[in-house]
């Protein structure tokens, strides 16, 4: 019922900077969190950064004071901004939300994932 439609990813060298954008459609009542997780070949998939519906976030420590999430609630996004991005950054982002339906359930939505490459 929730469409997330990821876009940003691309090949950079290290140091530089990407910005991924997530936008979900379809519909819910209301969108909770939101979210970035990424996923390394050979690895398991972890958070990178979250946001809550009060705004506030938090961050994979590895990404901290490099990563910023935002969100825009009346467009129902969410963006992550990667500066000083390195050769480990590199994985396939996936787009997360937890939304509430109409009739009160909790549910989540992914997206297809958005692949970042990091040269050195």
């Known amino acids: 019922q929730v469409h997330l439609v990821e876009s940003g990813g691309g090949l950079v060298q290290a140091g530089e900077s990407l910005r991924l954008s997530c936008a979900a459609s379809?519909?819910?009542?209301?969108?909770?969190?939101m979210g970035w997780y990424r996923q390394a070949p050979g690895k398991q998939r972890e958070l990178v950064a979250r946001?809550?519906?009060?705004?506030?976030?938090n961050y994979a420590d590895s990404v901290k004071g490099r990563f910023t999430i935002s969100r825009d609630n009346a467009k129902n996004t969410v963006s992550l901004q990667m500066n000083s991005l390195q050769p480990e950054d590199t994985a396939a982002y996936y787009c997360?939300?937890?939304?509430?339906?109409?009739?009160?359930?909790?549910?989540?939505?992914w997206g297809q994932g958005t692949l970042v490459t990091v040269s050195s």
């Open positions: 997360h939300i937890k939304y509430f339906t109409y009739v009160g359930d909790s549910l989540d939505a």
């Open positions: 379809g519909r819910f009542f209301r969108i909770s969190d």
């Open positions: 946001i809550f519906s009060s705004g506030s976030t």
